[in-house]
């Protein structure tokens, strides 16, 4: 069994551990680093659960071994906003009640925070394609859709 | 859920690698992940060797030179897509690339790791079929080129030898201005389609078809060039009759069935997405890129 | 008192953790010293365990253990309580916590192994030798009740476990003397739940106290708590049972699982905390399942169409056992005969068990089922008749002025079914209208010259709700002015953190920011039932207004003592208990807290309790109806099969909305896993029982693109059975779901298709049934 020593950046903070190499990216955040926003929904690709960004785009990180990530910047949904100051995205879910369990909503927001950053003025059909690779059992997705809206219209309001 | 112990490398470099290739027994390559780490999670794989390229350095990159494309088997499916250069070259890429996974497995998913993993229904390795690509593949004895006919070994199966690894394909560029469509029917957005077509076409000044490429996937175990219709489609108009047949042939593979589908409605969709393929490929506007 | 809260779509207090990952599942607990367990698991679906060797598996690295039943004899044995006990079942049909001698299902716990981390776990699973004889297999209902079936369990002379039956009136004269019978056959698909959380335990023996600590992602934890210390043989009192937050829940997991049973014994046992975390693969093969129903159906309608009477049999697949005793099927009966006022029923319907995972609960518990088939019933009228499937309904509905309306039917405690409150008939109007039926053949031709066929379609349903016995409270003003309300409910994401604090706030005249709820904790209130059946806004809803309210009469009361003025002068508002017309005149709840906090020596208020405290348990003897109709437009793809909702709309009645947002995520959500049950999700097993859809790859659940926007319109009829006036809305918009999908994909079809009367439908399915039609 190999284990390994890495660097990387996570929310902006140096990082560094001691990694076995098996141990995916999400478990180490979580376990390793005690970041337990990101989530684990299925641990085969497709719930987008644990969809954190890395190097600046989203990533499965069930996908994605730990020692893969040493060098690399990573941002979970714990780099977003604070209770107290919520980000224009997640102050957006909140209005428009785009979590119930809240399971599946980390890994919903860092989604769409990739989006957003890559495209400014998502349609209604553009976020709900970007948005089937995240399962939510809870909302129907609606409010999650209506919620990419205002934040990218909050977003450009204050660009 | 959690992957059984392995030994990592990460080597950086193609020597390094080479080198790895020549040591290691029950090693496997680890590209995007998109694929591989979940038969890790599920542990149907269980290598001693897990061989991360991700760290070689020259294994990605889009190239353009004046008869090809080349294309590094590490490039992501999120640069393909990006690519303005390869969307003014070869249009149908970037439109099929929209139904590869999802946004967040494109950002990592390699156009490698795709053609070698060689899942029936996937979009890359049908295009390379589309597209006439070679393989250009090496390992410690060498490197050869695979053409595109030789690669598809079977289910789940490329000519990849067990010590090789895959540096880049090569796409036949087909002149500015051609057609192309392209169909399939998946369940939901991103899920591997039940069947797919995509439709290459040339026309000559006098509206005949000049050279036409029609593969079908996810029908097969691998991606079927419908060379019998590309042959009949030469010299001709575009015309219903001409729909007609490359639908029929296509309908008459050998589909699989699945616990989903049965081979006659795989059959039945293999015709419809040719068709649709086809239409769009053959339409005017599509022609003025 | 003014209503600021109550009623209004005020964004949840429970967000702002959550959007942050500041929540707290049960995966993100982590204790000194704790263990990881993973099962090992039947990979047949019907077996006799010859042997179970650990000895190989125990050498390898980080293994602490691997126990099987027997390990457990000093701390508990024998199988699992019934969570539901029913007279029909002499003795309970549950499995053990792990298996002993047989086992009944692909993914029946055998054993378990501890280790330091979870993949040194699963690795060790592959060692541990183990040796089953199968047995024959009953992979579905209707091959279990067959004659001369293999048993699913090999010491029972039958797989029929039970013969439910509901009737009323006399269904032969009613049948005899109607212009028109007609009758069908109707097979309803199992499939699975899927919250986004998978279920998990963890457990932890406290060496001191001897108590043990459970944290559980379940909706029943004071359910789990009561039987863990049965079967243990201790006190509730020594077992603290904790759900922190669940994602997701829509009924499973409100049953009580052999693992937690396995891993509370397994901590026990070794001595350490233990940690087990379902993966998604466990889930589908361990997590309860539902739907699956086959029924053969008559019904007798006048020559108008209206409906007057049912009968039929139904093949109920429980699958392996039946942990929640017979409450899935009885609840399917008890939804007889839905929105329509029927002179006669008689239904009867067979459990069977079979070599499948048992069901359970899912969204809707039954009633989408009995909806299902109530609705595609009212759509044949309308076809052999040629009538519209709204006038069918029309015709035949419990009318607003027959309310209460007492149906015949039973509950499923045999109490008579009496609908509260409500209007039919309107809420379908409303869909009609607001869908803009009358505009829809010009856009089925629109539609035609794309080459896609268009469907409209209906359906209503009506749901019980509010569940009893009870659910309880507590409300406490603290020193600082806070208000504290306890409750044994637990949320799986509906929100009540918000909804009982905006009960409590309007009571006592503070600010919904002064509100903390606390929930599902044993240590913070002593009783919980369960959260299911649609029934925590209204029982837990009203235990906080009755609490809230005894609350404010006591801090009147001690205001009027310090103020010196008359009760009926005071009104609290603001935080404050002030005089009316003189706000100056006023004393804070935190002041009035504190008096009754006390301070030694000094006398409280004569004639008052210490505390500005209460609990109020709200006993829901009698059930609240909601009721609701959808319609939705389908939009297929004749060549592909594929199928589209383009349209859906909701109208729907659950009473007096506490928080119109929540309610209408609650629908919207349902709605949605409707869908899925129409179109999306099959799980598939082999004749041997064998799982072929196991992955998310392989079981489509509905996704993001695939599904509608949702416009919903609400109808209140305040119930006139709680204080509150509410109904339930977790279920409501799954019911119909179903029935209204299929009944749109039939009008895309025409009338020359075969009459649809299955679900889920696939895009195959759909080609097919096209070139039938046209041939
Ligand atoms: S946990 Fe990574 S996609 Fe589901
Ligand atoms: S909010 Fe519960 S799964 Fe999305």
Known sequence: MSARKINLTVNGEAVEAEVEARLNLADFLRQAIGLTGTHVGCEHGVCGACTVIVDGRPARACLMLAVQADGAKVETVESLGTPESLSELQQAFRDRHALQCGFCTPGMLMTIEALLRVEGSPTREEIRDVLSGNLCRCTGYQAIVDAALDAAEARRGTR | MKAPPFTYHDPRSRDDLIGLLAELENAKLLAGGQSLVPMLNFRVVAPDHLIDINRIPDLAGIRLSANAVVLGAMTRQWDLQASADLAATAPIIREALAHVGHFQTRSRGTIGGSCCHLDPAAELPALCALFDAEFDVAGPNGARIVKVGDWFKGYLESALEEREYLQSIRLRRWPAGHGYGFSEYARRRGDFAIAGAGALLEFAEDARIRRAAIVVFGVEPGPVRLVEVEQILVGQTFSEAVLAEAAAQASALDAMADVHVSAAYRRHLAGVVTRRALTEAARPARQAV | MSTRYFGAAVPRLEDPRLLTGRGTYVDDIVLPGMLHAVFLRSSVAHGRIRSLDPSAALSMPGIRAVYAMADFVSFGSGPMPTMAPHPLLKSPITCSPLAVDEVRYVGEAIAMVLADSRAEAEDALAAIELDIEHLPVVANARQGIADGAPRAHSGRDSNVIATLRGSHGNVDAVFAAAAHRFSETFEIHRGGCHAMECRGVVAAPEPRSGELSLWTSSQSPYMVRRHLATYLGRDEADIR????????????????????????????????????????????????QQRDQFWSLEVACDAAGRMLGVRGRCIHDNGAYAPYGLILPATALASFPGPYALAAFDLSIDVVLTNLVPTTPVRGAGRPNAAFVLERLADTIARRLNLPREEVRRRSFVRAEQMPYVTGGKMRDGSPVAYDSGDYAKALSLVVDKIDAAGFEERRAEAATRGRLLGLGFASCVEDTGLGPFEGASVRVTPAGKVVVATGAASQGQGHATTLAQIAADALGVDLSQVTVKAADSRIFPLGISTIASRVAVTAGSSVEIAARKVRDKAIKVAAHILEAGEHDLEIENGQVRVVGVPDMNVPLSTIARVLSGSAGVPIPAGVEPDLAATGYFEANQLAFAYGSQACEVEIDPETGDTRITRYVVAHDCGRLINPLIVDGQIRGGVVHGIGNALFEHMRHDEAGQPLTATYADYLLPGAAEMPDIEIHHIETPSPRNPIGAKGAGEGGTIPAVACVISAIQDALGPA??????????????????????K
Request: charged share 20%; aromatic share 10%.
């Open chain 3, 753 to 774: 298709a075969p009459f649809i009367t299955m679900h889920p439908v696939s895009p195959e399915q759909i080609v097919e049934w096209i070139d039938q039609t046209r």
């Open chain 3, 241 to 288: 049972v904790t759900a922190p937050d669940v994602g997701g829940g829509f009924g499973p997991k409100a049953n009580v699982y052999p693992e937690e049973f396995a891993v509370a014994l397994a901590a026990l046992a070794c001595g350490h905390p233990v940690k087990w975390i379902e993966d998604r693969q466990e889930h589908f093969l361990a997590t309860t």
